[in-house]
């Protein structure tokens, strides 16, 4: 399935304009918690702001606390601090290790897109977070599922197409409007990796850099 263009549903700009080659592989790859530690970011983000956080769920908003207190903020506190994190908070977050290097090997072989759902006030900080860690290549804002956009980009070449995502509704939806796309999980923070649900049957799971590489390159030769 492939994104139409009609006045409802038109294809985003930056989906539009990814340059991608017809005759070479095709990865397409996730920031957080696959090219960013994203919660740990977050994390130092949120304490500077009077909240902490207690990882015990595969969660975001569920997982912060005000300081003290039994229960986690709600969810208006939550998106103000997103909302905030995205905008300046880029300088919290490093990268995951291995992914800057594995990225730039992989780039000799395959064409690379990053697609992200950020909100789109961040969309300049996250530009300039990836560019600043050895990581700009084309940049796609999505919102919701990412399947839909995934299945657009893969259409565009003839070779094997690889996705790379933490999270697993993004995965499936990517299954099922792509098949022709192999999936793989990846979640970068050690502290997340027992929390986060998986499909192993489905999506082939890996954590770290300096496996996930050498299972790419198999896959795209």
Known sequence: MTLTVSSSNPIPADLQSAKIDSHRPLLIVDVDEVLALFMAGFQRFVERHGFEMRLTKFALFQNIYAKGEDNHIDMLVGKTLFDDFFMSGGKDMDPAPGAADALANLSNQASIVILTNAPEHGRDERARWLKRHGMDYPLVI?????????ANLAARTQKASAFIDDLLP???SVAADAPQVKTFQMVADPRLRPLA?????????????????PALEQHFT
């Open 197 to 213: 649900p998986s499909d192993p049957d489905n999506h082939t799971r890996i954590d770290d850099w300096t496996l996930l590489h």
């Open 142 to 150: 999505n919102s919701g599922l990412k399947g839909p956009a995934a």
């Open 170 to 172: 993004n995965l499936s």
